[in-house]
């Protein structure tokens, strides 16, 4: 068994936050970057969660097709609403999305967003860098953002890259709340559940003081050195001594990723 890659490993450590019975969201992202972390991750981490200690887990992509079989894909499709996936094997496939889940009741038990800014309370921004009435750059725009980090139960962010300009004191717009004021401060805006759970990228996994309101690094992946996430990092991390390197998947996880779940590499490719 070769070593565990990067997406393999970041896989196994979302599938473990799965519960039996739950229900989760993904979209199909575009950009290689953004794809493999925003759609590709996510769905093996679900369907490994399935395979394993969770067999009741719904997968939702792109809200109407319900545990679709990735194994028979050739080539990843570039739209959500694509022949491949439409064709694909499936439990159900819907016309409307979400389909019989109420997003309002909480029906849906998380989500995945990725983003270019994630600040220290967990707010997220993909709309602009710089003033909004002038901005620097005019990014992609919201994206469902608003509804999966207030009506979603939990929300994992995904982000490809992790760079000072990425992690940032505070975020230039708001496009998804985090915990500002921690959670007494979501209740403050009426909001009774939801927001970030962890925040993955390429150098570590950060969770949250929900009560403080504040990010927090909960794992470091294997390689990257304590000098080298805060230079990459635009606030303080605090002590980082007691922080564990992130865990590798088993040769069993491996296996269920590498022979069931995506036995012709078209999820996760080679390189």
């Known amino acids: ?8 490993t970041l896989a ?30 996510p769905i093996v981490a679900m369907e490994l969660a399935r395979r394993t ?14 545990n679709p079989d990735f194994s028979q894909l050739d080539a990843m499709p570039d739209s959500e609403h694509d022949a491949v996936l439409r064709d694909l094997s499936t439990e159900a496939q819907t016309y409307d999305y979400p389909g019989q889940w109420a997003l309002k009741r909480g029906d849906i038990s998380f989500g995945f967003s990725s983003a270019v800014q994630v600040d220290t309370v967990g707010n997220i921004n993909s709309v602009c860098i710089g003033p909004y009435d002038k901005p620097k ?6 994206i469902l953002q608003p509804e999966h980090m207030t009506l979603f139960r939990r929300e994992y962010i995904m982000m490809p890259h992790h760079d000072r300009r990425n992690f940032v004191e505070k975020v230039d717009f708001i496009s998804g709340v985090g915990f500002p004021g921690g959670e007494a401060g979501r209740k403050s805006l009426g909001l009774a559940w939801g927001g970030p759970a962890l925040v993955l990228t390429p150098k570590c996994v950060f969770d949250f003081d929900r009560v403080a309101g504040r990010i927090r690094v909960r794992s470091i ?19 980082l001594s ?15 990723i590498r022979r069931e ?10 390189t």
């Open 221 to 239: 992946h294997e390689g990257v050195g304590h000098d080298e996430l805060r230079d990459a990092t635009g606030f303080d991390l605090g002590d």
């Open 12 to 41: 196994a450590v979302l599938a473990k936050e799965f519960l039996n019975g739950e229900v989760g969201f993904t979209g199909l992202l575009t950009g290689k970057a953004a794809a493999m972390f925003g759609t590709a991750i």
């Open 261 to 270: 779940i995506d036995p012709r590499r078209i999820l996760f490719s080679p």
């Open 1 to 8: 068994m070769t070593e565990p890659t990067l997406y393999e």
């Open 53 to 66: 200690h969770a067999p009741d887990l719904t997968l939702l992509l792109a809200g109407c097709y319900h």
């Open 137 to 142: 750059v005019r990014l992609v725009g919201p």
């Open 242 to 256: 007691g922080v564990p390197a992130t865990p590798l998947p088993s040769d069993d996880e491996l296996t269920i």
